[in-house]
């Protein structure tokens, strides 16, 4: 079976910062994305930043400048660096990763499950 477990969140102020973390542990052959996606109370689930098994990065608009997605293919890990953080980006955080068991099977969408930001003085 494939966990994927985040770790990080919290509370803070405005224009303070969290980093995040999320490994991926069990039977793995490849991870190809990784991703964070938030969801915050009466909206829907909503992308923040993915980056390939390559590095190539892309984020939301919102968090453009702020928020830095960065990965550790050896650990099975996805980071996801939060600087100058606002109150609208409180929410859950959500770790994704479209991941292969063996080397002939399709790959599979996994999430974690999720850890609470709260941004808030």
């Known amino acids: 079976q494939v966990q994927l477990v985040e770790s990080g969140g919290g509370l803070v102020q405005p224009g303070g910062s969290l980093r995040l973390s999320c490994a991926a542990s069990?039977?793995?052959?490849?991870?190809?994305?990784m991703g964070w996606y938030r969801q915050a109370p009466g909206k829907q689930r909503e992308l923040v930043a993915t980056?390939?098994?390559?590095?190539?990065?892309n984020y939301a608009d919102s968090v453009k400048g702020r928020f830095t997605i960065s990965r550790d293919n050896a650990k099975n890990t996805v980071y996801l660096q939060m600087n100058s953080l606002k109150p609208e980006d409180t929410a859950v955080y959500y770790c994704?990763?479209?991941?292969?068991?063996?080397?002939?099977?399709?790959?599979?969408?996994?999430w974690g499950q999720g850890t609470q930001v709260t941004v808030s003085s």
């Open positions: 069990g039977s793995i052959f490849s991870i190809n994305a």
């Open positions: 980056i390939t098994s390559g590095g190539s990065t």
């Open positions: 994704n990763a479209d991941i292969a068991l063996t080397s002939w099977s399709p790959t599979y969408d996994y």
